[in-house]
Every structure is written in C-alpha cells, then in structure tokens.
C-alpha cells in the first residue's frame, strides 16, 4: 500500500494571516496528502516536535511578517539537530526575491512567493519528497 | 526494525512515531515488530475519550494532558480524524489544541486519518497505542469523534471509556446512540456553562439509572423527574454554581457524570482523579484483567473482520460476488446458498492479502 | 398600457433579437459574474427597479438611510482624509516617516504597531524574536511612544492606531503622551480598531478569550465617552475580513454582526446605545470591481441604520450613521509586475470615494513584496490628490446614484447581507458564530473558490495568470534593520533600571484587582501606564486573569 504523504502545515512567528497556509492545507488535503495544521504563532521548536511526533515527510511553513530570515533556517537547524533531515522544508509568504539565496542555503529547499498556484506546490511536493513512498 | 524497536523501548521519539507510520501503512514487518513490544506493553492506561463535533474533545484532552503531568505522568495522545472521502486526503486539526504540550518532553501526540472505509484504522490505532504504552507513556488518550462505528470501534478498547456531550447541539442527548451509551465508563457534559447543561446532566443519569435497573434486572422506579429524590449531587447541580466537583459513588452500578468547562480548565482536575480512580478501581477488583481480556477478544474477532473486509473488496472475490449477486437477483439462487458458495471461495491461507504489504 | 409593460415588452422583443444575434457572434463568456461571483446581467434598466422608493432606498444625504451619505454635502465640504498606515523599526525611525508624510500634505496619522506590541508582548520576550519593528512600530512603553509622537502636537493631528487586543494599553499610552504635552483628553481626535472579534475571524492578533475581551472594549466605550469624547472608541473592521478571502457581502455581513456584537455587549454593560454609538466606526476594503465595491458601501451604511434605528432603537442620528475608513484591498496586488498595482490601486481608490468614504488609506505598488518605500508611499497618496483634485469625482454628492445597475447591486448586497445577519443571530450572534468557526468556515470557502478560480484561469489577474512577463527580481526593497530588536531589548533594560519599581508593583497590583473584579479598566491601566509599566507586563496581568484565546480551526 502506498504511503500517504504528510505534511505539517505551520505558522511560525506572531503575525495572523492564514489564508495562504489554510489554502494550502485544503489544497493538499484535495490532492490526497494528510494535514497536520498547527496554527498560528508556532516557535521552530513547536514546529519540529510536531514534526517528528507525526513523523512528517513535509513541512510547509507560511510567515508574512518578515521574520523569515530568522525563523526558517531555526526550523531547517532543529530538525537537523534531531536527526530529522529527511523531512523535506519549503516556505511560503511575503518574502523578498533577495532573502530567497539565504534561505536555500540554510536548508529551505524552495519559497513559493504570492500568487503562486497551489498545483505548483503540490508538484513540488510529489517531486521531492525524500522519504521513499512504497 | 529490530533497532527501530529497541529505540522505541527506550524511549525515543522519532523510532515512535516512525514504528506508528509503518503501522498506519500496514506494513508487515512492523507488525511482526509488534511481537517484540509485547513484553514492554500493558503497563498504561489507555483513555478512550469521544463526543460529537464541536463538543471539546480536543480542549478537554489538552487540559487533561496538563492535569496528569502536574501528576508525573508521560502522556501519549491519539488524535484520530476521518479521512477526505473524496480524495482520501485530510487535515487533521486536533493537534492545534494541544499545541502547548509540543515542548514538552513528556508528552507525544500523533494525529491519525482513518483513511477511507476499508478498515485498518482501528487496527492502525490499536498498534500505535501498544507502542505508546511500550515507549514507556504511563497514560494513553485516544481522542475521537463520536459519530461512526469505526470511531466507536476505537474507543472500546481503551480502559476507561470518557464519553463527551455538550449542551445546545440538539434536542438529544448527543452522545446517545446506539451502542455508544453502554461503553462509557464516565461521562462529561462539556461547556458546562452553557443554558441546559443541567437538563442533559439530568437527562444522562436517568438514563444511565435506567440502564443500570435493566441490567439488574428490575423496571425502573419512576421518570427523570423522580431522580432528584434519590440523588444526592442533584441539588448541588441544579444550583447556581456551575459546581464542578462531586463525589463519585466508586462502588455505584452507574457511571459518574461530570461537568467541565474545558475552556478555562474548569472540572478537568476532577476529570482526571475520576479517571486515575477508575483505574485503581480496575485494578484492585481485578476488573481491569477482565476488561483487557474482553477487549483483546474483541480485537481479534475485529482482525478478522478487517481482513475479510479486505479480502472481499479484492478484485476476484468482488467478481464472485457479484456473480452470485446476480443470480440471487434473478431467483436461481438463494441468498442462504450464494452466501455459502462465496464464503467458502474465500481463499482462508490469506495469500490474497499479500499485496497490501509489497 | 403603463410605461412598465411597454418597456417590458420592448425588453423582450430585444433579448429576442440579441439571443440570436448571439448565435452568431456569442458574448465573452457565458455567464458575467462581479468580484465576488454575483451574477451581472446584460443590461440594467428600469424594470430591475420597479418597486423603486427614492425617498425609503436612498434619501438626501445626509439624511435616513445615509445610502448616499452621511453628511449632507460631502467632498464638496471636506474631502476625505488622507491617511497612510505607517510605522516600522523603532519609534524614532517611525516618528521620521510621519513628519515626512505629515509634510506631504497628509492630513492625519495611522500607526502601524510591530506584532509583539499587538499581541502583548515586551520585545524581550521570546516570542518576539525577530518579529520587532519588522510590520510596525516598537512600542514597550510609554517611553516609546513620547517618541513616537515628539514634535507632532496631539490637539493637532488625528491619530488611527491599528490596535486590538491591548488597544486600552496604547490608548493609554496616547491619553498620557497628551498629557506631557499639556494637551487635554478631551481635545483628542482619532481611532483605535479596538475590534477584537475581526482579529479571532481574520487577524490573528488576539490575546484573551471573548469574554473578557469584550469587557475591555466596552470598558473602553465608557471611559472615552466621559473623558475622551471626540476619540472613535473603535473601528469595526471588515478589511480584514476581506483580506482573508471574504466576498463583498461577506465583508459587509460580519463586519455588521461583530456591529451588533459590540452594540449589544454594552448595552448589557448598561451603556445607553445614543451615548456609544456615535463613536462607532468602520473600517472597509475597497477591490477592483469598481461598481460592486460602491454599491457595497452604499448598501452597508443603509443597512446599519436601520439596524441602529429600528433594532437598537437608537434616537441620535449621529447612531445611526455609518462612518467608515478604507483602504484598498493588499490582497488584490501582485508580486508579478508591481507597477501594474498603482492601476488596481487608484480603481479601488475612485471605488471609496465613489462610495463615500471618510478617509481612505491607497497601498503602495511594492506592498506584495514588502513594506513600502518612502517613493511608493507618495505615488500611492498622490493617487488619492489626483482622484480629490482632477478627477471631478468629488465635486458632486454620490453620483452614481440612480444607476440601474448600481441601485440594483446595492439591493442585492443589502438583501443578502441581512439573510447572513439572521443566520448568525440564529447562532446566537457574532461570537457563537466565531466560537463554532461558522464564519471563519464561510470565508475559508470563499478564499478557496476564488483560489482555485485563478488557477483554472477563470479569473484573470493581469500579470500573474494572463499577460506575463519574464521579470528581474525587483530592487530598493524597504528593510528594517535588524538590528532594532536588540535597540528595543537595551532600551527595556534602561528602562526598568531607571523606573520607580515600587510605583510600577503597585500600579500593577491594582490594575490585577480591577481585572478580578468589574471596575472599569481603563484608570488602572492609565496609572500603570504613567509609572512606566511595560506593555508586556500589563498585558501579562491580564493574560494571568483573564487566560488566552485558543481558536478553533475548521476545515
């Protein structure tokens, strides 16, 4: 029986615009994808428990705030310490084309910025997850 | 997976939850690992708590989490929801609640979808909660909607059974439904301090007095309204204090009714003492042994029905079925007979099942 | 024959011949349908209006039902005030912008506050790491904000304040920088959101549960209106209903039952409705379906007062009209080719005041990929002088009344918002509607519609599905300096370090009394706020009595 992919959908930082990462939550649910969404104001250390209680293939962080910078590679780093680094990490939001370097170095494997369309996402998420699936 | 086990023994989280997922995906070889666990099992106690949509259940788990931490417990939260029908995705939401706990070390949580109506889930459940119990969480609460059998299904296996109701979702009592009442070992009417919480309080222990007598084997004594008489928390409930607190007649033939607010935490101390004493109780009577026994027959007989489930639902016995089906239909056969005939095209060796483990 | 089956007649002899014409040569697309997906008609004509009353739908402005106004003449007397949200670092850098926008010809202040201060917290505290200045202005405490005001006379200026949750806090804050300045609270002007159930539907910037939410705020009605009566005690908020993915009507409808929510609560507070209503304020979106968005403010302000006239029995007319504050929708930008977001900003612009607004905040262009420049700031206000100066929109009293097609979306917009209206009350009103997710759900099924409408392409965004280009990252982007949390952690230190400690335990103590008991919050707060207590520690009083909201999410 195939695996089903699961992700964990999470808003780190304190600002409480939901609409993208509840989009996405839908989204992949419709796409078959099993969502655990934890909720605003989520600290990198809620987020990468979560993540390896539920044993997650994916974590989908979404912030527009502008504290990405700050909070994504603390996520990417935890997990690591964990020993969690098959856990595929993109983020979503406002973020700045120029953070998007910094980011991918520290480990967020893509930033998805607005107005991208949810079946990009989902594509993306098929493509790379790194955990075999069968 | 021989290591995978060993880490999970000793407590690690990530060997856990891994342990669960191959589980949840029916993996054979995880469940052959079950068989190491087997000497690190039985030691939790494994919470059932279930109540219709909207009643709380995730609020009160949250708050009850706190409440045995504050005892010293390791606690281990199932957190189960139903599956996208359409696209056998989910979002499982649950865990938002309980989110506070996520830092704590002594506290696991895992969400599980039931994923679509083949069973397994409460087979997927049964394993997760065994690994729990053998990485070393003293307490286990499985958190459930009350609404299908399958969720049913879940619960009954747990020691203590918390059925969840709620004032104003409905004329009913909500959690009332045929088979559900009899499986509660406590039940908790939730946001206590809504308008007719009294009324279900009430309600709930007429019928749970009314089951009791049957049991007993006697007509009940009167209607609801007669209760009051001989109840003694009537009149403390049916005063202005949202009085959350009773004594709970442990030797009494009718489960405890509780109020929460689980909103503000309120009544949820109480909860968890009634529960710890449901299971001293358990225990000291030798009741628990009994429960365990029953449940593990239960289980059994449930693994076979899952894997008939599953056998039917195959490509070349639906084809039988549907062949006997027709004939049924148009009167060559009867049903007794076509029932015989597919019964016993059931390949019983169980090879057919092999693919659901490739 | 009346003039009504004549044209009726007429009507069908031309549909006729246009259906068949439309064989030939079909229309765009089968069905047309406006921003929010109501269906537009080929053609508006009378027969769309037959039960038009003048006098009950629309009246003079000024007057009942306020459809084309509240004030009798409008721009031509005033025109609307011109107001950018601003504010980011720390209060100094924030103190800079608003000179600079006041010297621009803006005409009043609207503080953007960083989301530690809007959810409570110090910018200590570790959930304010890397969040500080980063959305808005620090602001710890009082200290802070004597800066953020220094050389901008309070009697002077009108000042909107983007604060929920701690709103008391701030507001506060603001009452006592006016005092250091010798400036009465009486001679006060301007707004707090103050609109704490938008925050549990949309925002997210929520602290405490309803309950004692909704104590603050009526609290807070009290207090300014005994001692602050020119201040907008709050700002009922549909733009982030909107922003959340809200349709028009939605925006209208939950922003009119949180309305209700609010009237209600201080009613039973035992507030008269004429001494608080006048007060009220609301605060829209404004999107790019131009005709729609001016029927929706238009349908909004009759509907309110009917339900202040006839539901709250509110004699004061000032109670019953609804005054309201835009901006334009953030959410309709793109990243994709920002300059395009000047012309989605100046139809959503004409779109308020084309609908009557009181004052109006126009985006920057760079908004979908940061907060703005200095330079996209001024096109956005320039946008709104040349709509006030060259557009000749203003200089006449609602002009598009008597449109058929307008009047006939106004109707339609106030129908619908009234059916939502009584689901809600069937629920029990705004806050049980929220506490089960009811309206959170409306709205999620509103935003994934509209989601999965562009992505099919049904929807065309100029630039981002349709018209693309290949693009270079844009450049000049605004970045708070980093190094502002760290600023704001020395200033707390020297600040606890150089403060009557005794004062402030005391000042703290008494403010916990008040909040155990039902005494009006808001002179403990000002008292804690005097001795320099810090946001975070006032806030922490009350997260300790009051507990924290956990939202429930609902898919």
Redesign the interface.
């Known amino acids: 029986m195939e695996r089903k992919i699961r992700v964990l959908v999470a808003k780190p930082g304190l600002d409480g615009h939901d609409r993208g990462a509840k989009v996405i939550a839908r989204a992949l649910r419709d796409a078959g994808m099993e969502v655990i969404y934890t909720g605003l104001r989520q600290t990198p250390e809620q987020i990468v428990n979560a993540a390896i209680q539920e044993d997650v293939d994916v974590v989908a962080l979404s912030i527009l705030s502008g504290a990405h910078n700050h909070l994504f590679p603390r996520v990417v780093e935890l997990l690591k310490e964990r020993g969690a680094d098959d856990v595929l990490v993109f983020g979503g939001g406002v973020i700045p084309e120029e953070d998007i370097p910094f980011l991918k170095s520290k480990g967020i494997a893509e930033i998805f910025g607005p107005g991208t369309p949810t079946s990009k996402t989902i594509e993306f998420i098929r493509a790379n997850v790194k955990r075999p699936l069968c | 997976m021989k290591e995978l086990v060993r880490r999970c023994i000793e407590g690690d989280v990530r060997a856990a939850a891994r342990l669960i997922t191959l589980l949840e995906s029916q993996d054979r070889e995880a469940y052959a690992a079950l068989y190491r666990l087997k000497d690190h099992a039985g030691r939790a106690q494994v919470i059932g708590i279930t109540g219709p949509p909207g009643s709380g259940k995730s609020t009160l788990a949250d708050k009850l989490i706190t409440q045995f931490r504050a005892r010293g417990l390791r606690v281990g939260v199932l957190a189960v929801d139903p599956s996208s029908p359409f696209s056998g995705g989910a979002i499982l939401g649950d865990r938002l609640r309980m989110q506070g706990h996520a830092t704590d070390p002594g506290v696991f949580i895992r969400s599980l979808a039931t994923r679509g109506s083949l069973g397994g889930i409460s087979k997927a459940t049964h394993a997760a909660i065994r690994v729990l119990d053998a990485a070393g969480y003293d307490i286990v609460l499985v958190e459930t909607v009350g609404v299908g059998q399958s969720e049913i299904d879940i619960v009954k296996v747990a020691d203590t059974v918390v059925l969840v109701s709620v004032p104003g979702l409905g004329d009913d009592i909500q959690v009332i439904k045929a088979g559900i009442m009899e499986i509660g070992d406590i039940f908790v009417v939730n946001k206590a301090d809504r308008d007719g919480a009294d009324r279900v309080v009430r309600e709930l222990r007429a019928m749970l007095e009314t089951q009791a007598q049957l049991r007993r084997g006697q007509a009940p004594l009167g209607g609801p309204d007669t209760l009051a008489a001989h109840d003694p928390d009537f009149m403390h409930h049916a005063g202005l204090v949202p009085g959350l607190s009773e004594a709970v007649d442990e030797e009494s033939s009718t489960p405890p009714v509780l109020k929460t607010i689980a909103e503000t935490g309120a009544g949820v101390p109480e909860l968890a003492d009634t529960i710890v004493r449901h299971f001293e109780r358990l225990m000291k009577t030798g009741e628990l042994e009994r429960k365990r026994l029953e449940s593990i027959r239960y289980q059994l007989s449930q693994f076979v029905f899952d894997e008939m489930t599953h056998l039917l639902s195959l490509p070349e016995l639906s084809k039988v079925r549907d062949e006997l089906a027709q004939q049924v239909f148009c009167r060559t056969l009867d049903i007794y007979s076509a029932g015989m005939a597919l019964f016993h095209s059931i390949p019983i060796q169980g090879a057919a099942h092999e693919d659901t483990h490739a | 024959m009346t003039d009504f089956e004549k044209l009726e007649q007429d009507f069908q002899a031309w549909q006729a011949k246009v259906e068949k014409a439309n064989e030939k040569y079909p229309e765009r697309k089968k069905q047309f349908v406006t921003g929010s997906n109501v269906p537009v008609n080929r053609v508006y004509t009378p027969l769309d209006q037959k039960d038009f009353d003048y006098t009950t739908k629309l009246g003079l402005p000024g007057e009942f039902p306020y459809t084309r106004g509240v004030q009798p003449t409008m721009y031509r007397g005033r025109l609307w005030t011109m107001r950018q949200y601003a504010g980011f670092g720390t209060a100094e850098e924030s103190n800079a912008r608003y000179k600079y926008l006041l010297e621009q010809g803006q005409t009043g202040l609207s503080v953007a506050f960083d989301?530690?201060t809007?959810?409570g917290?110090d910018s200590d505290h570790?959930?304010?790491?890397?969040?500080v200045g980063?959305?808005g202005v620090a602001i710890d405490s009082l200290a802070d904000m004597e800066v953020l005001f220094d050389g901008i006379p309070l009697d002077k200026v009108s000042t909107s304040m983007t604060i929920n949750a701690p709103a008391a806090v701030l507001l506060a804050m603001y009452i006592a920088v006016a005092e250091k300045q010798g400036v009465a609270p009486e001679a006060l002007n301007g707004t707090i959101q103050n609109d704490i159930l938008k925050?549990y539907i949309?925002?997210?910037?929520?602290i405490f549960?309803p309950a004692p939410s909704m104590r603050l705020i009526t609290d807070i009605f009290e207090y300014c209106s005994k001692h602050v009566p020119n201040w907008n005690t709050i700002s009922i908020s549909g733009y982030h209903i909107r922003?959340?993915?809200a349709t028009a009507v939605q925006e209208v409808a939950f922003t009119l039952a949180d309305g209700i929510a609010y009237v209600e609560a201080a009613i039973r507070a035992g507030l008269d409705v004429d001494e608080f209503a006048p007060r009220l304020s609301f605060f829209f979106n404004a999107h790019n379906d131009l005709f729609e968005e001016v029927a929706k403010f238009r349908a909004a302000r009759r509907v309110w007062a009917h339900i202040m006239r006839d539901r709250f029995g509110a004699k004061n007319p000032k109670s019953w009209m609804l005054r309201f504050h835009t901006q334009t929708g953030g959410?309709t930008?793109?990243?994709?080719q920002p300059d395009n977001n000047i012309i989605r900003v100046t139809l959503q612009a004409l779109a308020a005041v084309l609908g009557g607004t009181q004052s109006l905040h126009t985006n920057s262009r760079d908004e979908?990929?940061?907060?703005p420049t200095e330079e996209a700031v001024r096109i956005a206000l320039r946008t709104q002088q040349i709509i006030a100066y060259e557009s000749g929109v203003a200089e006449t009293v609602d002009p598009l009344a008597g449109s058929y097609y307008v009047e006939s979306l106004t109707d339609r917009i106030e129908k619908e918002v009234f059916q939502y209206i009584k689901r809600i009350d069937d629920l029990g009103g705004a806050v049980k509607a929220i506490e089960?997710g009811y309206i959170q759900q409306e709205i999620?099924d509103s935003?994934?519609a509209w989601?999965m409408d562009?992505?099919k392409g049904e929807r065309v965004?100029v630039g981002?599905?349709k018209f693309q280009i290949k693009e270079n990252?844009?450049k000049g982007?605004l970045r708070?300096d980093?190094a502002v949390g760290e600023r704001q952690k020395q200033k707390l230190v020297a600040l606890r370090a150089g403060r009557d400690q005794k004062a402030v335990d005391s000042a703290l103590a008494s403010l916990r009394r008040a909040a155990q008991g039902t005494d009006n919050l808001m002179p403990p707060i000002l008292e804690a706020v005097r001795a320099y207590a810090t946001l975070g520690e006032i806030c922490g009083v009350l997260r300790e009595e009051f507990?924290e909201y956990?939202?429930n999410?609902?898919?």
């Open positions: 989301l530690p809007q959810i917290y570790p959930l304010s790491e890397g969040e980063k959305v925050e949309a925002r997210g910037t929520y549960p922003e959340a993915g959410s930008l793109t990243a994709q979908a990929l940061a907060l089960q999620q935003a994934y989601q562009v992505e965004i981002l599905n990252p844009p982007l708070v980093p507990g956990r939202p999410v609902m898919f």
